[in-house]
């Protein structure tokens, strides 16, 4: 008698142990599964923001290494293509991650906009690849060296706003950096010689400043 009622508190306490094991193990595998699903979520969001401030790292680091050459034109032209690239990334960054529809339409239209001229960029260097100098780019304040000067200043003054959405993080880098664009177009104009590169200046003032009013416009209506 004693011995049936021993064996069976054993496979009682042998069944409760079970089912807590069990209980505890399904604990740890939610436990897991949660902060998996928020690892992930943090990937993603830092994915969408690092891609935009790679762009414009990887752009600033770019145009610091450019060698000026002492010649306004040529100049103007690598820089305004290495610009024109940082824009490019950062456009493909918001069509890869953005959600407001406004906002990648004009992702694609300064990525359209923007390689093209930066073809036209690329045909002028090549074609200038022995330039006279015409200015001393050492001179940050005067005549187009401290047009340069200036521009890098405000690139490097760019806010890169890494805990935004995709969207406003879009918005808040391309206003400063086509308004830079701008201030060296319109630096540009002040002392360049190749009647394109006036052309393509002129045009760059108007389209840019034309999508930062848009730009200001939809960024009033972000959450």
Known sequence: MKTSIFSTIAIAFAISLAACSNQSNQQTEESTMNHDSMDMATDTATSHTSGMSAAMDKMMTDMHQMQMTGNVDVDFAMMMKGHHQGAVDMAQAQLSSGT????????????????????????????????????????????????????????????????DSQDKQFVKMMIPHHQSAVYMAEGFLQSGKDPKLISMAKKMIADQNKEIDEFKSVQSSLK
């Open 100 to 163: 407001d529809p406004k906002l990648k339409a004009m992702a694609q239209k300064i990525i359209d906009a923007q390689k093209s001229e930066i073809t036209e960029l690329d045909k002028f260097l090549e074609n200038n690849n022995s330039p006279t100098k015409n200015y001393d780019p050492m001179k940050k304040d005067e005549g187009f060296g401290k047009v340069m000067d200036k521009n890098m200043s405000m690139m490097m003054d760019m806010p890169k706003s890494e805990g």
